[in-house]
């Protein structure tokens, strides 16, 4: 079998066209997603992007792996400890060393390992190609190299090959002259003038008033971003960047198909799309990053084609993981015992849904929060802010509120203990299966809180001072992270 993996970083499900966009960002991922599986409903457990693939490539929660953070002590896994023999433990093989097990030829094209010194990325490739810029190319420095290994490999049997680009992340820099496709389009409806307005009195880093993490956008180099976040008007020109990046990412992508193709093997070739998280766009006053344990930034596309299995739609709740662990199983193999993560790979080739019945996420590099999906609803717990204007408990219902505007945790106490209860179960389980550390969410608290936001205060209350906004920094000078429970 060949598996194509297209790995393109930050990207929404609801900004591709399979997925319901009214933009056309996606037409190349679109046809794919026509032949193969599309779950709507899949989540990284942990995000964003360092956790996010810890726990794919890891095949193991957090909780368990102990990277949930983008800096100090939970930016790196556990050790093994006194246990560790020659060869580390088979039971937490990475995801690429059990494929490679299973015979296939394992390559990577990507600069994640060296944008996060994450060199455990690199456990099960056998080959590693490093496109050098740390997160900052763009497509076309990333997939000729890909095209070219395609070239001259692509024709042989067992190989997984990984294409990571990056496009939509910001700052966006898709080059000027590949032009603007959606520039007499509507933008997304729901943020209005007056939702802009009321974030810019509030706070946060990222917000309306700083969506240079602290600071507004009058500095930045890049012709796609607006010189601020002050209207409607703005948030077209910053959302059209935003899908341009995508676009010009599955334009690319597009290109490895089509080398699949020219080489006779397209047919017979599996292919998946993913992202590493999704991305807050004005959701929560948070405006082009990933700080939040919820919906926006831990729901994420995926798609996998795979010869022999028909086309639909899977709605149940996944873990990405869980897709990982599947494609194991249609492999031939299984997921390590020591692995949080179940295949469903019987039930897909049945085409039936095997969804789990609830999904515990996480977040602690922006914010520290930990969050259940159930049903209809998200309910975020949230245990330090990142600065940020949240409660300790939001409960949204996100078929009536994909944009989590209404927090209706005050109205609806019955879902909110249940969920609270669900999350409850999980800690215990996960605490029992934990055989390397602590809780390493009680680790980033303790360090001083996510590493965005840490050391930040003093810095970030000037600045809400000269802009009017002193209350906010009274509040954050005195209650730091706390939730604004503490008002």
Same mark, same amino acid.
């Given at each position: 079998?060949?598996?194509?993996?297209?790995?393109?970083?930050?990207?929404?499900?609801?900004?591709?066209?399979?997925?319901?966009?009214?933009?056309?960002?996606?037409?190349?991922?679109?046809?794919? !997603?026509?032949?193969?599986?599309? &779950?709507?409903?899949?989540?990284?457990?942990?995000?964003?992007?360092?956790?996010?693939?810890?726990?794919? &490539?890891?095949?193991?929660?957090?909780?368990?792996?102990?990277?949930?953070?983008?800096?100090?002590?939970?930016?790196?896994?556990?050790?093994?400890?006194?246990?560790?023999?020659?060869?580390?433990?088979?039971?937490?093989?990475?995801?690429?060393? *059990?494929?490679?097990?299973?015979?296939?030829?394992?390559?990577?094209?990507?600069?994640?390992?060296?944008?996060?010194? !994450?060199? @455990?990325?690199?456990?099960?490739?056998?080959?590693?190609?490093?496109?050098?810029?740390?997160?900052?190319?763009?497509?076309?420095?990333?997939?000729?190299?890909?095209?070219?290994?395609?070239?001259?490999?692509?024709?042989? $049997? #067992? @190989?997984?090959?990984?294409?990571?680009?990056?496009?939509?992340?910001?700052?966006?820099?898709?080059?000027?002259?590949?032009?603007?496709?959606?520039?007499?389009?509507?933008?997304?409806? @729901?943020?209005?003038?007056?939702?802009?307005?009321?974030?810019?009195?509030?706070?946060?880093?990222?917000?309306?008033?700083?969506?240079?993490?602290? @600071? $507004?956008?009058?500095?930045?180099?890049?012709?796609?971003?607006?010189? =601020?976040?002050?209207?409607?008007?703005?948030?077209?020109?910053?959302?059209?960047?935003?899908?341009?990046?995508?676009?010009?990412?599955?334009?690319?992508?597009?290109?490895?198909?089509?080398?699949?193709?020219?080489?006779?093997?397209?047919?017979?070739?599996?292919?998946?799309?993913?992202?590493?998280?999704?991305?807050?766009?004005?959701?929560?006053?948070?405006?082009? $990053?990933?700080?939040?344990?919820?919906?926006?930034?831990?729901?994420?596309?995926?798609?996998?084609?795979?010869?022999?299995?028909?086309?639909?739609?899977?709605?149940?709740?996944?873990?990405?993981?869980?897709?990982?662990?599947?494609?194991? =199983?249609?492999?031939?193999?299984?997921?390590?015992?020591?692995?949080?993560?179940?295949?469903?790979?019987?039930?897909?080739?049945?085409?039936?849904?095997?969804?789990?019945?609830?999904?515990?996420?996480?977040?602690?590099?922006?914010?520290?929060?930990?969050? *259940?999906?159930?049903?209809?609803?998200?309910?975020?717990?949230?245990? $330090?802010?990142?600065?940020?204007?949240?409660?300790?408990?939001?409960?949204?219902?996100?078929?009536?509120?994909?944009?989590?505007?209404?927090?209706?945790?005050?109205?609806?106490?019955?879902?909110?203990? =249940?969920?609270?209860?669900?999350?409850?179960?999980?800690?215990?389980?996960?605490?029992?299966?934990?055989?390397?550390?602590?809780?390493?969410?009680? =680790? *980033?608290?303790?360090?001083?809180?996510?590493?965005?936001?840490? #050391?930040?205060?003093?810095?970030?209350?000037?600045?809400?001072?000269?802009?009017?906004?002193?209350?906010?920094?009274?509040?954050?000078?005195?209650?730091?992270?706390?939730?604004?429970?503490? !008002?």
């Amino acid at each position: 079998m060949r598996l194509l993996h297209v790995d393109i970083d930050t990207t929404r499900g609801d900004h591709l066209g399979c997925y319901g966009y009214h933009r056309n960002t996606s037409p190349n991922i679109d046809r794919v !997603a026509a032949e193969g599986i599309r &779950f709507e409903q899949c989540y990284v457990p942990d995000a964003p992007c360092l956790p996010s693939r810890a726990a794919l &490539f890891m095949g193991r929660f957090g909780i368990h792996t102990g990277v949930v953070n983008h800096g100090g002590l939970r930016a790196d896994p556990y050790p093994e400890g006194t246990s560790r023999e020659f060869l580390a433990d088979p039971r937490f093989a990475h995801w690429p060393a *059990v494929m490679r097990k299973l015979g296939m030829r394992t390559v990577t094209f990507s600069p994640f390992a060296e944008r996060h010194s !994450a060199w @455990w990325f690199y456990g099960g490739f056998c080959e590693v190609h490093d496109t050098g810029k740390c997160g900052g190319e763009i497509a076309d420095e990333v997939v000729p190299g890909a095209l070219k290994w395609l070239g001259e490999n692509g024709r042989e $049997d #067992n @190989w997984y090959l990984h294409v990571n680009m990056w496009d939509p992340h910001t700052p966006y820099r898709t080059p000027m002259e590949y032009g603007n496709p959606f520039a007499d389009e509507p933008g997304p409806a @729901w943020l209005t003038d007056e939702i802009i307005a009321r974030h810019r009195k509030s706070y946060g880093p990222n917000s309306a008033s700083e969506v240079h993490n602290y @600071w $507004d956008l009058t500095d930045s180099k890049y012709p796609r971003e607006p010189k =601020q976040m002050l209207s409607a008007a703005d948030f077209k020109q910053w959302i059209d960047g935003y899908d341009v990046g995508i676009h010009y990412a599955d334009m690319w992508a597009g290109r490895l198909f089509a080398m699949l193709e020219k080489l006779g093997v397209l047919e017979d070739t599996a292919i998946l799309i993913s992202s590493d998280h999704g991305e807050n766009q004005g959701e929560l006053n948070i405006y082009g $990053d990933h700080h939040t344990a919820d919906t926006i930034t831990s729901r994420v596309p995926c798609i996998l084609r795979w010869p022999g299995v028909a086309p639909s739609v899977d709605k149940g709740l996944h873990y990405q993981g869980d897709v990982a662990t599947t494609i194991l =199983q249609l492999l031939g193999g299984d997921a390590p015992r020591g692995w949080d993560f179940r295949g469903f790979g019987a039930s897909l080739k049945a085409g039936q849904s095997a969804g789990r019945d609830y999904l515990v996420i996480s977040q602690c590099a922006w914010s520290c929060q930990r969050s *259940v999906v159930w049903e209809k609803w998200l309910m975020m717990q949230t245990y $330090d802010t990142g600065l940020k204007a949240f409660p300790s408990v939001m409960l949204f219902d996100t078929e009536a509120d994909a944009h989590l505007q209404s927090n209706l945790a005050a109205d609806k106490p019955d879902v909110v203990r =249940q969920m609270k209860g669900m999350l409850d179960e999980w800690r215990a389980e996960m605490k029992a299966n934990a055989d390397r550390g602590p809780d390493p969410m009680e =680790q *980033v608290l303790a360090e001083g809180g996510p590493y965005h936001t840490r #050391n930040s205060l003093a810095m970030y209350a000037k600045r809400l001072r000269e802009t009017g906004r002193a209350r906010h920094a009274e509040f954050l000078e005195t209650h730091g992270g706390k939730p604004i429970d503490h !008002a």
